[in-house]
Each structure stands twice: as structure tokens, then as C-alpha cells.
């Protein structure tokens, strides 16, 4: 059975914008360096570093994890990924950013410079990585037009997704100034795969005062339910839905107060089938209560990510792996979680 990582994730650098056009070369986002304080080593660390584009300051490496080298997590030596890999025991990862896990920019052109030059860097990713090292394309969604172009050109390249997040500047994805983009995916046997992010930047911004889980979590979870009452997967029948690093912890919650609603309705309620007739697929975590959550929606679609670049990338499958020696959770699921869902959802 291959082990397919559903989330991980590749830390941007300088690198990731050497494929700008010449005339976008203005946009780059340059690194910051800030002075420690009297006393600490005068050594550049990842901890110290920040992107600056444009008028703003963004985090560049707080959140690394700590059993990843630094030219394996930005790329500079993908033959030194694919070795951890294989001592993981993983076949294969899907590629997640970490800088776009909010929004950049409110400038389109410049929103679609930064895409176009990520997405041409995992491209070349994709090249050096005999396969293993799958993707998901952004697209620069104030432009659509340009965002089905990379679709296109991702697609060529090695992309099995195409990234959006819970709240896209001031839309939903529910929206229906979406639906080119979804038609598109559907056409093309991608799916759209919403990760833990920030697309607003006054609610990055305002969220970002001690409340990490709006900041990131909550858009996506709201928009789950969204998906569900507007009733958008039926008019993509064919799109596959991913939602990535959020947990799964919260299904149960939101599927009782989906629930209600279809009862007040008058309408029958699928129950564990939600996921499955909405070809919806949720990233759970060792740590969720996985046989209540399987109770509730079945092991159809369930995946499993380990975050690698951002957390310790071993435990997540490690545990997973022992629940399934321990015999708490059947053994068949296990690999469907572990592998067979995530080919599902990303078509590999």
C-alpha cells in the first residue's frame, strides 16, 4: 500500500521567485533580518527572518518544525527530501505552501506575479522529484482569467490540486464569481483543496491579536458547512472537495447543526453519507477521537498529513500506524486514511 502525505508543505525562499518575469521583478518579496537583541548570537536563523512585500511584514520561519533541515524544507536539495521520505516511509507528498497560507497582496498584479512565479518553482519540484512530489496550484483569483491559465499550466507540471482558502478577499467560495474556476477544476479532475489560512487581510490582521484559530482554522470549517447549504457540490458533481489541516475533530459538531437545518427544512439527512455524496474529503489528526468521528461519517474520506516542514513530520503516521497494530481502529481503515482516500481525492 503506498503512504500518500496529504499535507505538506514546502517554506519559500529567495529561490521561489527567481522565475518572475523580468518586468515583475519589482514585486519580489525580499527578507528582513531583525537585529537580536544585546547578548544573542549574531547568527541568521530561520526564526529571525521576514518576508516584506509591499507595505507589509510577514513571518517567515516560526513555524518549523524541528527534524527538518532547512534545504530539504525549502527545496534546495530535493534529492535530500525525497531520502527523509523514504526513511518516513512515505511514497509520496502533496506540496502545500507556507507564505500564501494568507493573502499577500490586495494588488492583482501583483497577487498574480507572486502565484505565477510559486507555481512555476513547484513545477520544476515536480521535475526533480521522480514523481513523489505532487502539488497544489494557486491561482490568483482577483483575476480569473489568469487563474485558469495555471490551472492549465500547473496541471502540465505536476499540480493535483488547486488551492483556495476559507474566506477569499471579500468573497466566500461559495460565491458565484467562483464557479468559472470550479467548472474548470472539475473539467481538469482537480480538486479544490481549502487549507487552514488567512484570505482576508483585515481579518489576518484582526485575528491575529490572540486568536490563532480565527485567524487560520475557522474560515474553513464555516465554509464546510457553507458547501453543504448552498449546495454547491451538486452543481459540480463531478469536483472533489479538500479540507486540510484543520483536524476533523469539529464534523460531528458542525454535521448536528447542518442536521437541524435539514430538519427544519423537511429534508432527509444523509448522516455518515454527507462526505461521501459530496465528495468531500477532511484531513483528520492522530490526536481526534477517530472512532467517534468514524461513527459519524464513514472511512470513505478521511486523509492523513503530517505537516512535514512545519511540525515533526514522523508522529502523525507513526501513530496512525500504531493505532492500527493496537487493533482500536480497523486495519482496513487505517489504510484507507493512510493512502487509498488520499489517491481518491487528489486523483494520483
Not at 58 to 67: L, S, T
Not at 113 to 124: D, K, V
Not at 150 to 165: D, Q, T, Y
Not at 243 to 263: K, R, T
Amino acid at each position: 500500500m503506498a503512504i500518500i502525505d496529504a499535507d505538506a508543505h514546502v517554506v519559500e525562499s529567495e529561490r521561489t521567485w527567481d522565475f518572475l518575469d523580468e518586468a515583475d521583478r519589482q514585486f519580489a518579496p525580499s527578507v528582513m533580518v531583525f537585529k537580536n537583541r544585546v547578548g544573542e548570537s549574531q547568527s541568521r536563523r530561520s526564526s529571525d527572518e521576514y518576508w516584506k512585500i509591499g507595505g507589509r511584514v510577514f513571518v517567515k520561519g516560526r513555524n518549523i518544525g524541528h527534524d527538518t533541515s532547512r534545504e530539504s524544507r525549502e527545496m534546495e536539495n530535493v534529492k535530500a527530501r525525497l531520502t527523509h521520505m523514504d526513511e518516513l516511509g512515505i511514497d509520496v507528498q502533496v506540496l502545500y505552501p507556507s507564505l500564501f497560507l494568507r493573502s499577500l497582496t490586495n494588488l492583482p498584479h501583483v497577487d498574480a506575479a507572486l502565484c505565477r512565479s510559486y507555481n512555476r518553482w513547484l513545477g520544476e519540484i515536480w521535475q526533480s522529484g521522480n514523481g513523489r512530489l505532487r502539488w497544489v496550484v494557486i491561482p490568483p483569483l482577483h483575476l480569473m482569467d489568469r487563474a485558469i491559465e495555471e490551472l492549465h499550466i500547473g496541471r502540465e507540471n505536476g499540480a493535483c490540486g488547486v488551492f483556495i482558502r476559507g474566506v477569499e478577499g471579500d468573497k466566500l467560495p461559495t460565491d458565484p464569481y467562483f464557479h468559472p474556476l470550479y467548472h474548470e477544476a472539475s473539467r481538469l479532475g482537480m480538486p479544490i483543496c481549502i487549507h487552514a489560512s488567512a484570505g482576508n487581510l483585515d481579518m489576518f490582521d484582526l485575528f491575529g491579536r490572540g486568536a490563532s484559530l480565527g485567524q487560520f482554522k475557522f474560515g474553513p470549517i464555516n465554509l464546510f458547512g457553507s458547501l453543504i447549504t448552498s449546495e454547491l457540490p451538486r452543481r459540480f458533481p463531478d469536483l472533489r472537495w479538500g479540507f486540510i489541516e484543520v483536524s476533523a475533530e469539529w464534523l460531528p459538531y458542525v454535521m448536528n447543526h447542518l442536521e437541524l437545518g435539514y430538519i427544519r427544512h423537511g429534508r432527509e439527512w444523509p448522516g455518515a453519507k454527507l462526505l461521501r455524496e459530496n465528495q468531500i474529503y477532511v484531513a483528520c489528526q492522530t490526536s481526534d477521537d477517530l472512532p467517534y468521528i468514524l461513527d459519524h461519517v464513514g472511512d470513505e474520506n478521511l486523509v492523513l498529513g503530517t505537516d512535514y516542514g512545519h511540525n515533526d513530520t514522523s508522529s502523525e503516521i507513526n501513530a496512525m500506524r500504531k493505532l492500527k497494530a493496537d487493533g482500536k481502529i480497523a486495519p482496513t481503515s487505517i489504510d484507507k486514511i493512510l493512502g487509498g482516500n488520499a489517491q481518491v481525492l487528489y486523483n494520483l
